[in-house]
């Protein structure tokens, strides 16, 4: 059965994918993804998978192999971080739009420029309206885990759509941790074999992807990616929860920490909700009424549960790890904020910039937001603030 | 090798009713390609006119599975599909003895420059396809501007024949050359002028394993400025004055093929470029006296490259 590993984001990324075993692994190296491909590279040169691995010339024909491979019919995985992902944006919208189920991990690192290698998630955000399904991971474990639900979930008949799953870049990346590994056999059960549909390697049932898509038809293939995605969510709550028998680890789309009677709560994505469990502990044993929502699922956004789970909360701050230029906040928080419009009873809500290009978040500076939550006045003004950096 | 009368009666994989112009160069290119094999078929298409003058949606004129993913990526998304179809080998998902022959296309545009990484790439990994460069000399998709393959003095909506530049200041890219750097097993120029010779090409293309490339000239009645029913002819002259020699390098060994290889050996006249020049009107501006050291010295150059394969065809 399950055995514990100590491993990083990365190895845990590369071993779910040998136990996976895709039909095709494309990609291109950039830091601090390499580690991933090396280590999928070695399970290639040992024949411990079926793989074929294309390494390409880059990120851009990364994706479009992607693209190639999937709609010929069967599981492709690739991986990126930051300059990688933003060379591919072009592909990765084609990659959604025309419905090819595929995993990419991205190990979330700043955009250039000016050039930078650690994390922060301007990469993910800079995508978000790609119609990628975008899952947030706090550790290893959850990217080990995330990697078999994302095969789940985007070949669901009903979705047909790429995951992403994002994990923070060094922090994730390269930590070593403690991992619980499934047998293979457990693994390549609860994924099921790969059903293509549509291949375009079905010589006799030819048919043409990507056609010229103008004013006539364009936008009811637009209307039907959104349906997709609205469908997607119930399918990804199920999926994440069905996974919990075969592996004890339930997910969610969200995690609530301390969120039952919590009168003051920060939201975050990745890393830094790990860190935000350490200081509620800290906190709650001061007898603060302190809590955390942890979002696992950036996109589809899930704007109602989040409103259910805010609902009674006094005041919210939100962290992004990502500036949105000249936006009212990060990406989260606008979400966010707006999930909260139709809330009677509004928190009151403040948004946070922080971590950008890998910049360190301390428990301290945690226990620093809420205790502003705690002592702000009762009609908070929801601006934003920047944490961590000099001259704020 | 098929004959004439063969050919005819194959079925056609790229139907007629589709949106390209008339006397469009490049779909008499690919009808003529996907005649000459009878394998199936799954091809790939950069953005460009073939791309959506094709598959304007709801219609297709591909008769066989067809994939347009973006202007720069044609090669290597069929090198996905081609690396899917031996990964579903491996596993037995697809019987190990099936055969699928995978062709890319591609325009200028998509093949000598915002595509160039993508189809190096993809021969120097050595993927089993075959890739068609439809070389119209120009972006003709998007209103007739300069390429690297755009003929020196040509007329186009970005090197316009004004009064003081007359037409591109500069040679097309050699691409066929810059292929044949990768020591591919097999790299050929064609032209729809000599379709014998083209489809002959083609036949011998899909009998070799790993990855091919082809370079095609393919005449544009509305780019080249030449009548509608002119594109054959234009084509032919274009290899009877060897501006477009026919060859092909199998494992590096050049070889001139067809009419190239017949005024090689003085079998056949090689006539004059400004013979091919005269038949556009984007070469109009050259034959006008004041461009005549202008157009002689294209010529020069030319002769010196015709010179230099039909040397590297003795070795």
Not at chain 1, 244 to 263: C, F, N, P, Q, T
């Amino acid at each position: 059965m399950a055995k514990p590993m100590a491993i990083s984001g990365n190895f845990a990324a590369a071993y779910s994918t040998k136990q996976i075993n895709p039909h095709i692994v494309a990609a291109y190296p950039i830091t601090p993804q390499t580690l991933m491909m090396e280590k999928f590279s070695e399970y290639v040169a040992n024949g411990e998978v079926d793989t074929e691995l294309i390494c390409v010339e880059s990120e851009h024909s990364a994706m479009s192999a992607c693209i190639g491979a999937a709609a010929a019919g069967g599981r492709v995985i690739t991986s990126t971080a930051a300059n990688g992902l933003a060379l591919m944006f072009e592909v990765v919208y084609i990659a959604a739009s025309l419905r090819l189920p595929m995993t990419m991990c991205v190990m979330n690192r700043a955009l250039s420029g000016p050039i930078n290698i650690h994390c922060d998630h301007s990469d993910a955000m800079g995508v978000r309206d790609s119609g990628w399904i975008q899952v947030f991971n706090e550790n290893a474990q959850e990217v080990y885990d995330t990697m078999f639900q994302a095969c789940r979930i985007g070949e669901h008949k009903d979705i047909k759509l790429p995951v992403m799953v994002n994990f923070d870049g060094f922090i994730t990346s390269h930590k070593v941790e403690r991992v619980d590994v499934l047998d293979d056999d457990v693994v390549q059960d609860y994924i099921g074999k790969f059903e293509p549909m549509y291949p375009l390697l079905d010589v006799d049932n030819p048919l043409t992807y990507g056609p010229l898509d103008l004013f006539d038809y364009y936008f009811e293939h637009k209307r039907q990616q959104v349906d997709a995605m609205q469908k997607a969510l119930p399918i990804i709550e199920k999926e994440m929860k069905a996974y919990g028998k075969v592996s004890g680890r339930e997910y969610g789309i969200m995690e609530s920490y301390h969120l039952d009677d919590a009168d003051y709560v920060i939201i975050c994505m990745s890393s830094t909700a790990g860190t935000t469990k350490f200081v509620v502990d800290r906190m709650r044993a001061q007898g603060k009424k302190v809590g955390l929502l942890k979002l696992r699922l950036f996109r589809p956004f899930p704007a109602k549960q989040i409103a259910e789970q805010l609902a009674g909360v006094k005041r919210i701050a939100v962290l992004d790890r990502s500036e949105s230029f000249g936006a009212f906040g990060g990406p989260l928080f606008t979400e966010v904020r707006n999930a909260l419009y139709d809330v009677n009873d509004k928190p009151g809500i403040t948004g946070y910039v922080y971590g950008l290009g890998g910049r360190d978040i301390s428990a301290d500076q945690i226990e620093g937001v809420f205790n502003k939550l705690i002592s702000a006045p009762d009609k908070m003004i929801g601006d934003i603030q920047y944490l961590g950096v000099r001259g704020d | 090798m098929a004959n004439l009368k063969q050919l005819s009666e194959r079925e056609e994989r790229l139907t007629g009713g589709h949106r390209l112009c008339a006397g469009c160069g490049a779909s008499i290119i690919v009808r003529q390609i996907l005649l000459a094999t009878n394998y199936p078929v799954v091809a790939s298409c950069s953005t460009g006119c073939l791309e959506v003058s094709t598959t304007l949606y709801p219609y297709t004129a591909w008769k066989n599975p067809f994939i347009h993913n973006a202007f720069e990526n044609s090669a290597v998304t069929i090198s996905g599909a081609e690396a899917m179809f031996r990964a579903r080998k491996r596993t037995g998902e697809i019987p190990a003895d099936k055969k699928i022959k995978f062709i890319a296309f591609g325009g200028d545009g998509g093949t000598y420059d915002i595509g160039i990484q993508s189809l190096s790439g993809a021969m120097e990994r050595g993927h089993d396809m075959l890739y068609v460069c439809y070389n119209n000399e120009a972006y003709m998709n998007t209103g007739i501007q300069r390429s690297s393959a755009t003929s020196m003095g040509a007329a186009t909506t970005t090197s316009p024949a004004g009064t003081v530049i007359p037409g591109k200041k500069e040679y097309p890219k050699d691409l066929t050359e810059v292929m044949a750097a990768h020591h591919l097993p097999y790299v050929a120029q064609a032209s729809p002028g000599y379709y014998m010779d083209l489809i002959k090409k083609v036949e011998k293309a899909m009998e070799i394993e790993g990855p091919k490339f082809m370079n095609t000239l393919a005449p544009c009645p509305r780019g080249w400025r030449h009548p509608n029913d002119a594109a054959i002819k234009v084509a032919k002259l274009a290899v009877d004055c060897c501006f477009w020699p026919l060859y092909e390098v199998v494992d590096d060994k050049y070889s001139l093929t067809g009419q190239s290889k017949l005024i090689a050996a003085g079998k056949k006249e090689k006539i004059p470029l400004v013979d091919y020049i005269k038949t556009q009107g984007r070469f109009k501006h050259l034959l006008a006296p004041k461009n005549k050291e202008f157009l002689d010295s294209i010529q020069t150059e030319l002769d010196k490259r015709w010179e230099r394969l039909v040397k590297l065809s003795e070795l």
